[in-house]
């Protein structure tokens, strides 16, 4: 139903408009009420604020059409206004029109014009109503989503839903793990807002070198992170991108590590894994809230391998499915793993620099190593 206030000093209207539009108003179509003047209708709309359009006239007694004009566009979402005078006044009609009104028609009134002029004045209410709360949804979704996803990912899926499947699918994906070692004790020894401004500033700058790499932040548990690439998005390279936002992860983790050593902050190494496979991923958060991550034995054993480097006494690792899926791979074979969980040894690389691999760590390729 379209609420509609009409505005005239004249006594006759209010019945010939109730007569006029009898029908929409039985049919639940239009609902009206009336003002005298300017002030009286500033009053009703302060009551009934979701009122769509304003028909008014211009001479009005106390406050005529156009200083009520005025006031209408100082509200937060003012009522399409249609200005209603005679033909020869069209100074003020062009002025009212310069004011914010929508339309306007002349008197004698045409009852059809009438008719016409309102209904595509309400089409255009409700036009603008939809694209005003289309972008607040998006402007809500982006929100959300920059949590998670970089930021053109995150405005792509909050301009256009169907861009990408959020839905639970299976996808190739690279998993990635990431862990303070220590934190628990750490948390036992900091004050509370030492901790929120320690973790906030280790988090800003692991997030950004994920989204820079094209990963999605999929969940943050305390200390810990899982991130993606490969989903939800498709990256054919995504074993090549998890390396190299790892290795970018590490050498972070360790600047900022030895920074914050010296203020009596003994932060412990970041530990991190990498593993490739297929995972069902999606928004699993139940409908109340939006929770894109991932399930299955990658990811398992994806956080298996990165609970294996405070055994290795590692600080990365890279499974063998990650390093075969990326041409010209560099890494240190540290041997084959038994991971709880996993049926069959997982090879696992220190993955390296150009640089460090110009001049390899000594270790014991080849070992089994039994973590389980």
């Known amino acids: 139903m379209s609420l509609i206030l009409v505005v005239d000093d004249e006594p006759d209207l209010e019945a010939l408009i109730l007569q006029t539009f009898r029908r929409e108003t039985r049919d639940g179509r239009f609902a009206f009420h009336f003002a005298r003047d300017g002030v009286e209708a500033l009053e009703r709309l302060a009551v009934a604020p979701d009122t769509e359009l304003v028909l008014a006239d211009i001479n009005m007694p106390r406050m005529d059409g156009l200083t009520m004009l005025a006031r209408l566009q100082e509200m937060p979402d003012p009522p399409a206004t249609v200005i209603v005078s005679a033909y020869g006044d069209m100074a003020n009609i062009r002025t009212a029109m310069n004011r ?38 998006a402007e809500r979704a982006h929100a959300a989503l920059a949590r998670y996803f970089s930021p053109n990912l995150a405005r792509q899926l909050a301009d256009d839903a169907r861009a990408l499947d959020l839905g639970g699918q299976r996808r190739e994906v690279s998993a990635v793990f990431t862990d303070i070692a220590g934190f628990t004790a750490l948390v036992e020894t900091l004050e509370a807002a030492s901790l929120a401004a320690l973790l906030n500033a280790y988090f800003t700058g692991m997030t950004d070198i994920v989204f820079a790499h094209g990963g999605t932040v999929a969940k943050v548990m305390g200390d810990a992170m899982l991130l993606l690439f490969g989903a939800p998005d498709d990256q054919p390279d995504h074993a090549a991108r998890a390396v190299a936002c790892a290795l970018a992860l590490d050498a972070f983790a360790e600047a900022f590590r030895a920074g914050h050593t010296g203020r009596g902050s003994a932060l412990g190494v970041t530990r991190i894994s ?14 109340r809230h939006f929770d894109y991550t991932a399930y299955g034995e990658t990811i398992n054993i994806a956080a298996r391998l990165e609970a294996a480097n405070k055994v290795l006494g590692t600080r990365l690792l890279v499974s063998a499915a990650t390093a075969e899926r990326i041409g010209g791979f560099l890494g240190r074979p540290v041997g084959d793993l038994l991971l709880r969980g996993c049926a069959q040894p997982v090879a696992a690389f220190e993955p390296l620099t150009a640089d460090q691999a110009a001049s390899p760590p000594a270790g014991a390729a080849g070992r089994l190593v039994d973590l389980r």
């Open 274 to 287: 990498v593993h490739s496979g297929p995972a069902l991923v999606g928004d699993f958060g139940g409908g």
């Open 100 to 137: 914010g009104a929508f339309d306007f028609l002349t008197k004698p009134i045409d009852l059809a014009d009438l008719e016409a002029t309102m209904t595509r004045t309400l089409r255009h209410v409700e036009q603008r109503r939809a694209a005003e709360a289309r972008r607040h949804l």
